[in-house]
């Protein structure tokens, strides 16, 4: 069956429509759109002429999808309708799932985290298939968390939210731009090494990507800022490790393609100074810009499979 | 029914006949012995020889109890039969359960970790009775953990445990028993308050309680040192609170019991500090000293419970 996967980001919104009926899920159309600041209610309407494109492309309708799945980069309410704030959309306290479904009524649509649509991605068709128990972690301006607990994704005791991300890393630490001081994302994110990147080897390098490339070349304080960067993300994984002791960690995000310069050390390291001293597997994720659409779309049908279920 | 749970600790073993038949649990008899190091066989002799007199006292017999469970203050190993690392006990390695029940045959006897008993005791009958995700941290000379998820005390995706009091917390900081160094234990720990009152105030506030005592007598070091360590315990809960987002979180161990001076300002700081900036519910665990045995014996009938179940 076909669903519908939105990512809804801070500059784009990316939709797609997935076929999930096979082994791997495939990708039938997609559309985009940009993003600038607007109300919730032109988002989706934005949101609605586009799907519909979606389907005519795919010659279908509608009402043939089996749901609509959003991936949103901020986080939402206990219900799942509110997108309480996503920062870089300047959206708090939109309802954008009830607004949704006011526009496409009898259609299932699903809100979930961006961060945990990606670890379900992984999780349901990518590099986390087959766990029980995992870890996405997504490092890019921040750095965010999907939780896989007993085979599903973890949202928080009381369904706010599973934000890895701001666990104290350094009081007094480096401001983050969720108010507090020294999150862990203030450290590890690629944030980290664009800003040390910046200001030890001038604003051509105010780019996690640009000091990676500089490092790979031989560049001292590229090296050095690679180093140091790939040590802490070495604590921050062990220490998840001995709370969580997950069968496998995935690391998302642009940076995660770095390879044998970052995997290498950093599981080594993990190894080495994580509480039980045992190894643990660290891997780049599998789906990359395409996980929000995907795991977002994974979500719809989960849910619906869920309420089949219960009837 | 009854139980026998026992506290295994570095200097003293504790034993408690517990009656888990009523609403609460009921202690029928107790006993103890001092543990100086002693092989694991030997140990196991002595549990033995206690466990009957216990029975004894009671005027029943150990075929008509339900099982032993045994606390343990350290790391279990996957299968739940080997104490992996007592550091305070000298035991690394040493198959505790198994030479248990070799000595006691057709008795169940389960082995879980310290900090689980105790947040399995306040679960089933304390702090944290009613709740599905909840968190006991126990302050004492480390910082132990008990994660509540989905009703059940979790204990890694692996099954090697979770221990939270080694998550990261000041990277290059504190040196820890587990060879890391910053570990949140050792900022958040009751030995931090001791280690600062020994350099600030002399040898003689060498002791969290001291230092306690001395702040709410008004002495201007001691609330310097009491403030200090409420701000790093509220950044520590505030974090885990963005990461587990918990009904309630208890806090065990002896200074848990320091009252209103530790709990107003941590209800109002990690308010202030979480993520989703919401009140969460810091409490004083329901059972100090008991804690251990009573955990213990519940998780023998929990897990005769379930295998009741299976059939």
């Not at 669903?3 to 899920?25: H, M, Q, R, S």
């Amino acid at each position: 069956m076909n669903y519908i996967g939105i990512d809804i980001g801070g500059t784009n919104i990316k939709l797609a429509l997935v076929d999930l009926g096979g082994e791997e899920p495939a990708i039938v159309s997609r559309s985009s759109f940009k993003f600038a600041h607007m109300p919730g209610d032109e988002l989706c309407a934005r949101i609605k002429e586009h799907s519909e494109k979606l389907c005519e492309e795919a010659g279908t309708d509608m009402s043939a999808i089996g749901g609509i799945g959003l991936s949103v980069p901020g986080s939402i309410d206990q219900t799942g309708e509110i997108l309480l704030h996503a920062y870089n959309m300047g959206y708090h306290g939109v309802a954008l799932r009830r607004q949704l479904a006011k526009l496409i009524p009898d259609t299932e649509i699903e809100m979930l985290n961006d961060a945990n649509a990606a670890a379900l991605a992984e999780l349901c068709a990518g590099s986390l298939k087959g766990c029980r128990n995992a870890l996405l972690l997504t490092i890019g301006t921040g750095v965010g968390s999907g939780l896989i607990l007993d085979g599903r994704v973890f949202n928080g005791g009381q369904n706010r939210g599973c934000e890895l991300g701001h666990l104290p890393y350094r009081n007094g630490g480096e401001p983050c731009t969720c108010g507090q001081t020294g999150c862990l994302e203030t450290y590890v994110s690629a944030t980290r090494i664009a800003r040390q990147g910046r200001e030890l080897m001038g604003e051509k390098y105010a780019d996690a990507k640009a000091v990676l490339d500089a490092s790979v070349e031989g560049n001292d304080t590229a090296r050095c800022i690679i180093a140091a960067y790939i040590d802490d993300l070495a604590n921050v994984i062990a220490g998840l490790c001995c709370a969580f002791d997950p069968e496998r960690i995935a690391l998302g995000g642009g940076f995660s393609a770095a390879g044998d310069v970052l995997y290498g050390p950093l599981n080594r390291l993990v190894a080495e100074r994580n509480f039980y001293r045992v190894p643990y597997d660290i891997v780049p994720a599998k789906f990359l810009n395409d996980a929000g659409v995907i795991g977002a779309a994974y979500q719809v049908k989960l849910t619906r499979q869920e309420n089949d279920t219960k009837i």
